[in-house]
């Protein structure tokens, strides 16, 4: 959170062989006292000074996430790059190797659970009608394939048997507008999204609006999540039989789902342009069963941004591991690295909100994940920016850079999610792509459905 990850001291780089614990200016909201807590409280604070302590080690975790395509040895190079004073002695991939083994993987995961949140953003995009929009979905991360991972990590099943590289299934929650991440789980592949998405209820509640698509709404699971005083709006199919229990004067109708009534929207989604016109159907289910309060429209038009999750899964495995796999061998090294990546990615996301909520009225959406990332690379190099002066600048050199590179205001999508990079140049799909760009205008038309 904010209030945790800021400091008020004027405190320069550590000395010695903590020299190089930081990440450039991203230290200021993974501050020294933070990760000198989780050490303490998961036990992990090194009984004497080696020559890669254990702040250090998280520190190291946390940079190897900015570096995804970087050895450790290489990361730690960078760490050091900035500094004024020569480090004492540099530490072999051995000695780094055990370092991190040492720490495990709970100090990162601590580290998480006091980074998470929605991040502070007093932007509209925000909020809907007072409620904090988040959305749930899972993605898949690929990890090294070595008989350690594939005794936890299952291949993909495929026609031929299994194939590609052993996966971990990631599940989370995350903020609609800043694209913070509130919750998230993950293990092996083999457990559905489904498995995992129950075990983030802990993290809903009264003044949440949570969306979901097709695959979220089984209704042992919509129970599960308005059981937390969270709303709902899911998208389910459209030939799903759900006899009405009363209607309502907009088109839609009320039904029951175990022990949740859920307001039914069915509406056709046009989209025009110079080239035609595309239709589709959608039907969602929401717990917002008062119509005059929460237009149908709206929430079509809201359940967009459930899109936001898969940008912030396509920031994670595009934009930071730039497609890559993931660097651990073993399964406690695939757990400790998912959580650094983790708290790196919101790290990141709350120096973007920090910057865009400087500035009145400025989308969340505007910032740019790359220009972010990059500047916080170039501060990790610098070893620039690590603690605050007298007073806190809470935009820093990364938000001016996201600042002055906001992106353009979000354009209509009038294409279909095609794939763009085949693994095999004889699926590619690139020369039939329409790359032309058209004005696009969306029509909703509400149904009135006899189910």
Same mark, same amino acid.
């Given at each position: 959170?904010?209030?945790?990850?800021?400091?008020?001291?004027?405190?320069?780089?550590?000395?010695?062989?903590?020299?190089?614990?930081?990440?450039?200016?991203?230290?200021?909201?993974?501050?020294?006292?933070?990760?000198?807590?989780?050490?303490? /409280?998961?036990?992990?604070?090194?009984?004497?000074?080696?020559?890669?302590?254990?702040?250090?080690?998280?520190?190291?975790?946390?940079?190897?996430?900015?570096?995804?395509?970087? @050895?450790?040895?290489?990361?730690?190079?960078?760490?050091?790059?900035?500094?004024?004073?020569?480090?004492?002695?540099?530490?072999? +991939?051995?000695?780094?190797?055990?370092?991190?083994?040492?720490?495990?993987?709970?100090?990162?995961?601590?580290?998480?659970?006091?980074?998470?949140?929605?991040?502070?953003?007093?932007?509209?995009?925000?909020?809907?009608?007072? &409620?904090?929009?988040?959305?749930?979905?899972?993605?898949?991360?690929?990890?090294?394939?070595?008989?350690?991972?594939? *005794? !936890?990590?299952?291949?993909?099943?495929?026609?031929?048997?299994?194939?590609?590289?052993?996966?971990?299934?990631?599940?989370?929650?995350?903020?609609?507008?800043?694209?913070?991440?509130?919750?998230?789980?993950?293990?092996?592949?083999?457990?559905? /999204? $489904?498995?995992?998405? @129950?075990?983030?209820?802990?993290?809903?509640?009264?003044?949440?609006?949570?969306?979901?698509?097709?695959?979220?709404?089984?209704?042992? &699971?919509?129970?599960?999540?308005?059981?937390? +005083?969270?709303?709902?709006?899911?998208?389910?199919?459209? +030939?799903?039989?759900?006899?009405?229990?009363?209607?309502?004067?907009? @088109?839609?109708?009320?039904?029951?789902? +175990?022990?949740?009534?859920?307001?039914?929207?069915?509406? %056709?989604?046009?989209?025009?342009?110079?080239?035609?016109?595309?239709?589709?159907?959608?039907?969602?289910?929401?717990?917002?069963?008062?119509?005059?309060?929460?237009? *149908?429209?709206?929430?079509?038009?809201?359940?967009? /941004?459930?899109? %936001?999750?898969?940008?912030?899964?396509? %920031?994670?495995?595009?934009?930071?591991?730039?497609?890559?796999?993931?660097?651990?061998?073993?399964?406690? @090294? !695939? /757990?400790?690295?998912?959580?650094?990546?983790?708290?790196?990615?919101?790290?990141?996301?709350?120096?973007?909100?920090? *910057?865009?909520?400087?500035?009145?009225?400025?989308?969340?959406?505007?910032?740019?994940?790359? !220009?972010?990332?990059?500047?916080?690379?170039?501060?990790?190099?610098?070893?620039?920016?690590?603690?605050?002066?007298?007073?806190?600048?809470?935009?820093?050199?990364?938000?001016?850079? !996201?600042?002055?590179?906001? &992106?353009?205001?979000?354009?209509?999508?009038?294409?279909?999610?095609?794939?763009?990079?085949?693994?095999?140049?004889?699926?590619?799909?690139?020369?039939?792509?329409?790359?032309?760009?058209?004005?696009?205008?969306?029509?909703?038309?509400? $149904?009135?459905?006899?189910?």
């Amino acid at each position: 959170m904010l209030e945790q990850a800021a400091t008020t001291r004027a405190v320069g780089v550590a000395d010695g062989a903590f020299a190089p614990g930081h990440i450039g200016e991203l230290t200021r909201i993974v501050p020294f006292e933070m990760v000198d807590e989780v050490l303490a /409280e998961t036990r992990r604070v090194q009984r004497r000074v080696r020559l890669v302590p254990a702040r250090v080690t998280v520190y190291l975790l946390l940079a190897g996430a900015l570096f995804a395509g970087l @050895g450790y040895r290489q990361v730690f190079d960078r760490m050091c790059a900035g500094l004024a004073d020569p480090v004492p002695a540099r530490p072999g +991939g051995s000695a780094l190797r055990q370092a991190r083994q040492r720490l495990g993987a709970a100090p990162m995961k601590a580290l998480f659970d006091l980074v998470r949140g929605p991040a502070a953003a007093t932007a509209a995009q925000a909020r809907w009608r007072g &409620l904090l929009v988040v959305a749930v979905d899972g993605t898949l991360l690929p990890v090294p394939d070595t008989t350690a991972n594939l *005794a !936890v990590f299952a291949k993909q099943r495929c026609n031929n048997g299994t194939g590609g590289y052993p996966q971990v299934r990631l599940t989370a929650l995350v903020a609609c507008g800043t694209r913070a991440v509130i919750a998230a789980v993950f293990g092996p592949a083999t457990t559905g /999204e $489904l498995g995992y998405a @129950g075990r983030l209820t802990d993290d809903l509640h009264a003044g949440t609006l949570l969306l979901g698509d097709r695959n979220f709404a089984a209704a042992g &699971l919509l129970n599960r999540f308005a059981a937390t +005083g969270a709303h709902l709006l899911v998208r389910c199919k459209s +030939g799903r039989r759900l006899p009405p229990v009363a209607r309502c004067r907009d @088109g839609s109708f009320l039904a029951r789902l +175990g022990a949740v009534t859920v307001r039914v929207i069915d509406a %056709e989604v046009s989209i025009t342009t110079s080239r035609g016109a595309r239709t589709g159907h959608y039907r969602l289910l929401t717990t917002l069963t008062d119509p005059s309060i929460h237009p *149908a429209a709206e929430l079509v038009r809201l359940y967009h /941004e459930r899109w %936001e999750v898969e940008t912030a899964y396509a %920031e994670l495995k595009s934009t930071i591991l730039g497609g890559r796999v993931l660097r651990a061998r073993t399964p406690a @090294g !695939v /757990e400790q690295e998912v959580w650094a990546l983790l708290v790196a990615y919101q790290a990141l996301r709350t120096a973007m909100a920090d *910057a865009t909520d400087s500035v009145a009225g400025t989308d969340p959406d505007r910032a740019g994940f790359t !220009v972010a990332l990059s500047a916080a690379r170039d501060q990790l190099v610098l070893a620039a920016g690590i603690t605050a002066d007298t007073g806190i600048d809470l935009v820093g050199v990364i938000g001016r850079h !996201v600042l002055a590179q906001l &992106l353009p205001r979000r354009r209509v999508r009038t294409k279909d999610r095609i794939v763009k990079r085949a693994i095999s140049k004889y699926n590619a799909r690139g020369p039939a792509i329409d790359r032309a760009t058209y004005k696009a205008v969306i029509s909703i038309n509400m $149904l009135t459905t006899d189910p």
